[in-house]
């Protein structure tokens, strides 16, 4: 029974310990807003342009990606508009 136990919580670490160590990737698939789509096309009726990694930041525990700095940019000057207009539109598409 000991071993049993021992087992059971060894496999239990193993899972919260893989699941830490992803925990602040960008591509953790429960933080990613939008599909991967660019944030600022979203909040501008465009649904279908996708982001890039290297234009990625992290807001609010969630990672929003964007087609290039410009929009990155754009986006985070006006944060909280664009942000509930890109949830507006991505809630309203669906």
Known sequence: MKKIIKLITALMMLMIVGCASNHDQYKHHHHVEFDKKCAYSVATHDMGTMGKEEFSIKHEGKVFY??????????????????KMARENWGNQR
Do not use: R
């Open 66 to 83: 964007f087609a290039s700095k410009e929009n990155k940019e754009k986006f985070e000057e006006h944060m909280k508009k664009n942000l």
